[in-house]
């Protein structure tokens, strides 16, 4: 688990060819983590949406 460092908005798009929805995360949010990178990680949240959130955004 990780949590949303600071308020956040980022895009989610269900599958190709959608348009990309607008999903705002507050600070403190928790998300749950599924695989780190060197400056993002993939989470999901709570809806069970994935995010390629960048490593700075988080409070890992």
């Known amino acids: 688990m990780a ?3 600071k308020p956040i908005t980022l ?3 269900a599958n190709l060819g959608e ?4 999903v705002t995360f507050a600070a403190g949010e928790e ?3 599924l ?3 060197e400056d993002s990680v993939l ?3 709570a809806a069970g949406l ?3 959130i960048p490593k ?3 409070d890992l």
Not at 19 to 22: D, Q
């Open 3 to 5: 949590t949303i460092a």
């Open 11 to 13: 895009l989610h798009r």
């Open 19 to 22: 348009e990309a929805e607008e």
């Open 31 to 33: 998300v749950t983590v």
């Open 35 to 37: 695989t780190q990178w």
């Open 43 to 45: 989470c999901k949240n």
């Open 50 to 52: 994935l995010f390629n």
């Open 56 to 58: 700075d955004q988080l």
